[in-house]
């Protein structure tokens, strides 16, 4: 083979690699709103995504049973003022915790 061929074969096997690598589509990643990349490792699920799980009326149900407890039971709305409210540091917050457990 002549010198001549070799650089043209050389270009023509250039020029394909870079037309192969031009014309594979890219992975696109899915962004954010604020601009993160996302990745997933697929569909998740969740324990109250089950078909046996608690109905909405079920969970009416116990959330009027802690609101009759708080109101009710003196020393059970200590433990939750002390559970809910004793890790907030500023005053205000604090007395608005300890507000919304008194109504």
């Not at 990349?37 to 969970?59: H, K, L």
């Not at 200590?78 to 007395?95: L, N, S, T, Y």
Request: include cysteine; proline fraction near 5%; charged fraction near 25%.
């Amino acid at each position: 083979m002549k010198p001549n061929n070799r650089i043209i074969v050389g270009l023509v096997f250039a020029a394909v690699c870079l037309t192969a690598i031009a014309v594979t589509p890219a992975a696109r990643a899915e962004m954010s709103a604020n601009g993160a990349e996302v990745i997933t490792n697929g569909p998740q699920v969740n324990p109250g995504d089950a078909r046996d799980a608690r109905s909405a009326q079920q969970n009416v149900r116990d959330s009027d049973r802690y609101e009759l407890q708080v109101r009710s039971n003196l020393a059970f709305r200590a433990a939750r003022e002390r559970k809910e409210c004793g890790p907030i540091g500023d005053a205000e917050m604090h007395a608005d915790c300890v507000a919304s457990l008194a109504r």
